[in-house]
C-alpha cells in the first residue's frame, strides 16, 4: 500500500507560480510511475503530467512549456512546478502512483486562479 500526500496547493493570480509536492510512503518509490491529475468543476479527470522510472515525462498539452514535473527519489517525492498559470488551470490536482497495475491517489490539493 502507498499512501501519497500532495501539498502546495493555493490560490494565485493569473501569471504566477506554485509548486506542488507529492510525498509517498514505501520502499518502492523510485520504481513507480509517478504522475499529476486534474479536475475542474463539471469536468473529468485528466492527466496533466507523468514521469517514468528512469524520468521520461509526458505532459498534457495545454500546459507544455509552463509545467515540469520532477522526482526526487532519494525523498519519495514528485513535484510539480506551475508557471504562468491561467485561470482555466482551476482545479483539484491529484497525485498519483502507478506500478505493475496498481494505482494510489492522494486526497487531491486545490488550486485557484483568479484575480
Known amino acids: 500500500q502507498v499512501q501519497l500526500v500532495e501539498s502546495g496547493g493555493g490560490s494565485v493570480q493569473p501569471g504566477g507560480s506554485l509548486r506542488l509536492s507529492c510525498a509517498a510512503s514505501?520502499?518502492?518509490?523510485?520504481?513507480?510511475?509517478m504522475g499529476w491529475y486534474r479536475q475542474a468543476p463539471g469536468k473529468q479527470r485528466e492527466l496533466v503530467a507523468d514521469?517514468?522510472?528512469?524520468?521520461?515525462?509526458t505532459y498534457l498539452d495545454s500546459v507544455k512549456g509552463r509545467f515540469t514535473i520532477s522526482r526526487d527519489n532519494s525523498k519519495n517525492t514528485v513535484y510539480l512546478q506551475m508557471n504562468s498559470l491561467k485561470p482555466e488551470d482551476t482545479a483539484v490536482y491529484y497525485c498519483?502512483?502507478?506500478?505493475?497495475?496498481?494505482?494510489?491517489w492522494g486526497k487531491g490539493t486545490l488550486i485557484t486562479v483568479s484575480s
Open positions: 498519483n502512483a502507478k506500478l505493475y497495475g496498481s494505482t494510489y
Open positions: 514505501g520502499s518502492a518509490f523510485s520504481a513507480y510511475v
Open positions: 514521469i517514468g522510472s528512469l524520468g521520461i515525462t
